[in-house]
């Protein structure tokens, strides 16, 4: 009893662990929007995805953090940091590192652009 225990607590930890993936950034960007927290997570996959791997020399997962900066005034709109990420990207000198980049941009639920209110 208490191995099977152990094994559906394992198996659960592992299901949750697992991060949603997407094509695209602009989903996370909505979630981070509408969170409590203001953020959200994911893997990216397709062709954005394949551009990483190619660029990095990397195949570990992309992942996606988008964090709330800022909330505007104008409902449904804030200020957002996208970050892609990647482990496992060899360096000239043999190492291996996280690269990631970040995008800082304004975003309103309806897809415009938000204000600098």
């Known amino acids: 009893m208490r191995n099977s225990l152990v094994i559906a607590a394992g198996m659960l930890l592992s299901v949750a662990s697992l991060a949603?993936?997407?094509t695209s950034a602009k989903p996370l960007l909505l979630q981070a929007i509408d969170a409590p927290d203001g953020r959200?997570?994911?893997?990216l996959v397709g062709t954005v995805a394949?551009?990483?791997?190619?660029?990095t020399g990397s195949s570990a997962p992309v992942r996606v953090e988008v964090t709330t900066v800022k909330r505007f005034k104008q409902e449904g709109c804030r200020r957002l940091n996208l970050r892609m990420s990647q482990a496992d990207v060899p360096t000239k000198d043999g190492r291996k590192v996280v690269f990631a980049m970040d995008y800082g941009i304004n975003l309103c639920r309806d897809g415009s652009p938000a204000?600098?209110?």
């Open 115 to 117: 204000g600098e209110e």
């Open 50 to 55: 394949e551009k990483f791997v190619s660029t």
């Open 40 to 43: 959200s997570k994911g893997i």
């Open 20 to 22: 949603s993936e997407y």
